[in-house]
């Protein structure tokens, strides 16, 4: 006679079958992904013969785009997107690495939004500034560059608007990054801090903590968060205000976390280059716009993109620098530079006396949830 199995029997028999079952999904993900590899290589070959350029940001962006639609989950779809966008950098790898340079040093929240765009696996080109950036990417030394371009709380960064004024370079891509800052260093307590190594934008965006509990300590200004957790890593009196990835590269105690004013800090990073993007359907455009110094000329640059039903989501004023009290503006708006509608307002903002320089259609980043 049979014996019945018991309820923890049965259980246990179930848990080892459904193991049997992910082992044997696992088995297939693994060959699908070598089978996608193969497709990519042959692709590449294909590329290669026809001149075109092997790396296609818009193809990626319709890519991770669809499957965030169609994801029924329950994995997440913010975790899918981000497995996909390791797939295809590996597989993007296997042809030739991306080179990007960035505002370093490594662990930089510069560094954190390469590979939050680009995957992990590309050539990491660090740079002292934006300005080097910059000239990274025009000398061909990288084929894209990373750079800061507004903060929600700070708002734009000027460095990267100035070099924006002044290149050939495209914007090809944006990042949206939640920036949580952290105070890290060696001190033993918050009071025996003598200098604190910020950079300026994250000063700002800190004021009120740094105010309140190290307004006697030595302000030093650095030009990166990554920078100020290197020299705080070197000086046992000092502290830095750094994200999670420079205190774990340069294995800094935590001593007070989350320091930011504003919870809800977002810096939003654009990626630069030297080729035009195609459009995916969910683009912003970014644009150069100046005209001459009169009453109403402000309203007749930004008037016909209302009449055309384009929206604006940015305007930005900077010193022009060719006169005194002449300006240019920094317009985003919603849309790709091919689009019917985003070609009837440039050429009506155009016919107006003004003068448009698009810096780069490219596909939208969706803030961070």
Known sequence: MNRKSSPQEEDRDR??????????????????????????????????????????????????NRLAERNPGPFPTEDLVRIFRELMSSCLALERPLSVAYLGPAASFSHSAV????????AEVPQRSIEEVFRAV???????????????????VNA????????????????????????????????????????PQTRAQCREWLTTHLAEAEWVEVPSNAEAARRAAEDPKAAAVAGAAARDYYELPLLAAGIEDDPANTTRFVV?????????????????????????SLLAMLQPFSDAGVNLTKIVSRPAR????????????????????????????????????????????????
């Open 272 to 296: 630069i280059g030297s080729r035009a993007v195609e459009p995916t359907g969910q683009d912003r455009t970014s644009l150069l716009v100046s005209g001459p110094n009169r009453p109403g």
């Open 15 to 64: 848990r080892e079958a459904l193991r049997a079952e992910i082992d044997r999904l696992d088995d297939e993900i693994q060959d699908r992904i070598n089978q996608r590899a193969a497709k990519v290589l042959e692709i590449a070959r294909l590329k290669e013969v026809e001149g075109e350029p092997f790396y296609r940001p818009e193809r990626e962006a319709r890519i991770l």
């Open 160 to 199: 990267t608007l100035d070099a924006l004024m002044h290149t050939p370079l495209m914007v090809c891509g944006e990042v949206a990054m939640r920036v949580a800052h952290h105070l890290v260093g060696h001190a033993t307590d918050i009071a025996g801090i003598r200098r604190v190594y910020v950079h």
């Open 115 to 122: 590979f939050q765009h680009f995957g992990h696996a590309v």
């Open 322 to 369: 060719g006169g005194l009290w002449d300006y240019v503006f920094f317009l985003d708006l919603e849309g790709h530079r091919e689009e019917q509608a985003v070609q009837q307002a440039l050429s009506m903002v155009e016919e107006g006396g003004a003068a448009v320089r698009v810096l780069g259609s490219y596909p939208r980043a969706d803030p961070p949830s």
């Open 138 to 156: 025009g000398s061909g030394q990288a084929q894209f560059g990373v750079v800061p371009m507004e903060n929600s709380t700070e708002g734009s």
